[in-house]
């Protein structure tokens, strides 16, 4: 694959309204511009109050007629390193068709504030220690990670058409018979096709829900820099 020279961002605001996240998306782009990895200044793709699954369609759908090369998921209610976006691009421009960062599920119970990255072979959510143990030239691979802080290939999305023929994103899984959150749809396809998907370990967002923020460690800089 190509460097990626033109990007897009998709956003889902569904009303969610966090200042933070703004301000972290308005640092990450700006550290993104500084770093003179792309040359044409990320295209915002927006969805407001679609459906998840709706949403990222039409993301996708845009994006693929602007001929962009990846497009990168960052979810509204996360609060992001400035540099995660330089980050995400440089895996990407590595070879890795679909790369994300780490952040936690948010809850009114800390016991459920696990990763949303599942481990090869695993029938369980990773722990931060497993995926840098196991982490190879700064990336671990994962057989799913939330898609919500990630960057994936037009070419991903061009091969799923071609070989799956239906949605790229869906809240219900016909297959399994079960409702799912169209990232996990996805990801499903993604493992069906043998695409791979590696995480970095150490790039971390806050899951900033209702019930508070949520980081991957408690030192987090994003803590102390945007939570008032």
């Known amino acids: ?117 599942l481990m090869p072979g695993a029938n369980r959510w990773a722990t931060l220690e497993e995926l840098r143990a196991a982490a190879e030239g700064g990336v671990t691979r994962v057989d799913m990670s939330a898609g919500g802080f990630s960057i994936v290939r037009r070419e991903v999305y061009d091969t799923m058409r071609k070989k799956i023929k239906g949605p790229w994103y869906c809240n219900y899984d016909w297959e399994r018979g079960d409702w799912c959150i169209e990232d996990t749809f996805f990801m499903r396809r993604v493992h069906a096709l043998k695409i791979p998907v590696v995480v970095d370990p150490e790039l971390h967002a806050v899951h900033w829900g209702r019930y508070g923020p949520v980081p991957v460690t408690p030192d987090a800089p994003e803590m102390a820099e945007y939570v008032l």
């Open 1 to 117: 694959m190509k460097p990626i020279e033109k990007l897009g961002i998709g956003l889902l605001y569904f009303n969610k309204g966090l200042q933070q996240f703004e301000w972290a998306l308005q640092n990450a782009v700006a550290t993104l511009g500084l770093s003179g990895l792309v040359d044409v200044a990320p295209v915002p793709i927006v969805q407001d109050g679609a459906g998840s699954d709706f949403g990222r369609e039409r993301v996708v759908n845009e994006a693929l007629e602007r001929e962009l090369d990846a497009v990168i998921w960052i979810d509204t209610d996360l609060i992001i390193p400035r540099d995660a976006i330089v980050r995400l691009v440089k895996m990407s421009n590595a070879g890795w068709p679909i790369a994300a960062g780490l952040y936690r599920k948010h809850g009114f119970d800390p016991a459920d504030h696990h990763l949303l990255t």
